[in-house]
């Protein structure tokens, strides 16, 4: 027997009717009975291995938040205790550097003038024979973004890659149409598609920023500030701080 | 670091894994102090709060894995109530009950999904069986099972050139699995 069908049924992913019918056979076949006695107890187990996995990754968390809220105790050698002077004096620098950036007091516009890159599209490496692909890049890269407006709705309704819909986003950007701006960022993040993610927090960061909802561009910001890992941290760690 | 929005929370929680771990941390950072002042206002120690917190995210980690959950409040008022029920049971069962004193606000959980971790016993079987099945299909097994996380993802995750690598996998491990459980004290009573 399938063991796919009985992972849906044992999820509850079936559908009603093919759920009914499963039972059906259930009911006559005792061979699929235990068959799925034991595919219930092997996930049940898998339940309890992964909550087991879970609790440990808490408990460590826990003492790691302990351990950075204790104050460093005086049995600490002397190299942690060079550290916090070193950490103290970069907090220092950060502070008199922040307190100079608040000075200057950049408005929203001017920090999004200076961040704001349109993507570069590269649409036609996979098939260089495709026109309308090479087209839309050229007309995109050209700055006229009207027409590549144009294009892009169109060909996204043959082929909703989101390199196509982050182009589109950035276009309406450029054109001052920040609502359809983030309503399609929005749409490329439901995708859960991490190699674009990171952009489209970054853009939509940054199309919130121009529209003054500085509350829902910090939101994004922080979301690439606070992983070291994602595209555009460190450019949004610093917009963040400019924009306190 | 400023405070995640729940959405945000939620987003990493169902992500990948160091997005994961992220948004664990800041679960803990943003809303442990609420539950630890509530557990020790009724009678409990840090560590209580530690734990009953910690069972609490186990909870609402199982739960926004399902498609259909949707959450009708806010994750801090979400989580205080499963800790409330939680903290309730443990006391009940030490006979030291009396009445809570909570903040007034809380929804109803439904108590099946509050009983989280297992006896040490059953505890001490799944961390055999997790050594007898190997790293690998552990943790394939538990990215499929428990987090549920799409085949694409797994299969990125485990460097896989393929999805289909990842399904086969996904099924040789679970049909490892069946042979070891089959065999066990357990479900030979469960098949008599």
Redesign the interface.
Known sequence: MN??IIDLYL?DLLPEEEKASFETQLQNDEALR?EV???R???R???????????S???S??Q??KQDSTPASSSNTSIRSLFVKIAAAAIFVAVMGTIWLMNQTPSTEDLFAQNFEPYELSLTDRSSSDNTLTTIEEVYASGNYNEAILLLEKAIQQDNRLELMLGLGISYVKTDQSAKAITIFKQI?KE?N?NYEDEAHWYLGLTYLKSNELKNA??HF??LA??S?RDHHKEAKKL?AQLK | MKDWSDDEIIFCLKGESEKRDLALKQMYTQLFPIIKSFIQKNNGSEDDAADIFQDAIIVFYEKIRLKEFKLSSSIRTYLYSVCKHLWLNKLRAQKKVTSLTVENESIIVDPMSLKVLGSEDRNEYLRQLMSSIGGDCKKVLIYYYYDRLKMKEIALRMNFATEQVAKNKKSSCLKKLKLMVAKSPRLKELLK
């Open positions: 063991d796919n999820l235990s006695i034991i595919q107890e092997a996930l187990d898998i339940e309890g291995i992964g909550r087991i996995e879970l609790k990754k808490l408990q968390i826990h790691e938040i993040l859960d991490f910090r939101n922080n979301i606070t992983d890992n963040l």
